[in-house]
T-cell receptor, first 112, second 110 residues
């Protein structure tokens, strides 16, 4: 039973560029949450998707957007990248009732 | 969600029990206590969660005080692979975001 998968593992972008990160949830899960983890900090909640809609959003600017597909996989898009967007981006999946979240390995984004 | 307080760091000798405390004095009646850990640069790993009764699984035991204002995560026989940052999170079970604090950095030494 595959767990949560994320791609790519690492990527490097330059300021002003746009990036798309991808996540496939654990089998049987339909809810996907995204988190940003800066170096030395705990993960910070970006948003959660359920039934292809954004259900809850953390304190992140509109440059951060997402999408959920009918197969429950999800994308995180970040526009106009800033140096401060360099972080580990984590995806977590859970069942319909928003219970226990299981995390993927993360995508390490470096913005130069 | 209620706020949690954890010590920033702890040490434990390999083979001994690691007891990680968490204070959540403002916890509400419908809020659960969740524990996750994060080994360096990996995604957080779910360990255990509970409402008011003590819980045990293959990874750890969770002891919640009767007034639910604090809890302790117990790793019964710590190994070097248990070195990680441990996060205590309080959350309603149907809630959305997990609010991670700074956690406790546990170092298991030989």
């Amino acid at each position: 039973d595959a767990g949560v998968t994320q791609s790519p593992t690492h990527l490097i972008k330059t300021r002003g560029q746009q990036v798309t990160l991808r996540c496939s949830p654990k089998s049987g899960h339909d809810t996907v949450s995204w988190y940003q983890q800066a170096l030395g900090q705990g993960p910070q909640f970006i948003f959660q998707y359920y039934e292809e809609e954004e259900r809850q959003r953390g304190n992140f600017p509109d440059r951060f957007s997402g999408h959920q597909f009918p197969n429950y996989s999800s994308e995180l898009n970040v526009n106009a990248l800033l140096l401060g967007d360099s972080a580990l981006y984590l995806c977590a999946s859970s069942g319909t009732r928003g219970d226990t979240q299981y995390f993927g390995p993360g995508t390490r984004l470096t913005v130069l | 969600d209620a706020k949690t307080t954890q010590p920033p760091s702890m040490d434990c000798a390999e083979g001994r029990a690691a007891n990680l405390p968490c204070n959540h004095s403002t916890i509400s009646g419908n809020e659960y206590v969740y524990w996750y850990r994060q080994i360096h640069s990996q995604g957080p790993q779910y360990i255990i969660h509970g409402l008011k009764n003590n819980k045990t699984n293959e990874m750890a035991s969770l002891i919640i005080t009767e007034d639910r204002k604090s809890s302790t995560l117990i790793l019964p026989h710590a190994t070097l692979r248990d070195t990680a940052v441990y996060y205590c999170i309080v959350r309603v079970n149907s809630g959305y975001a997990l609010n991670f604090g700074k956690g406790t950095s546990l170092l298991v030494t030989p």
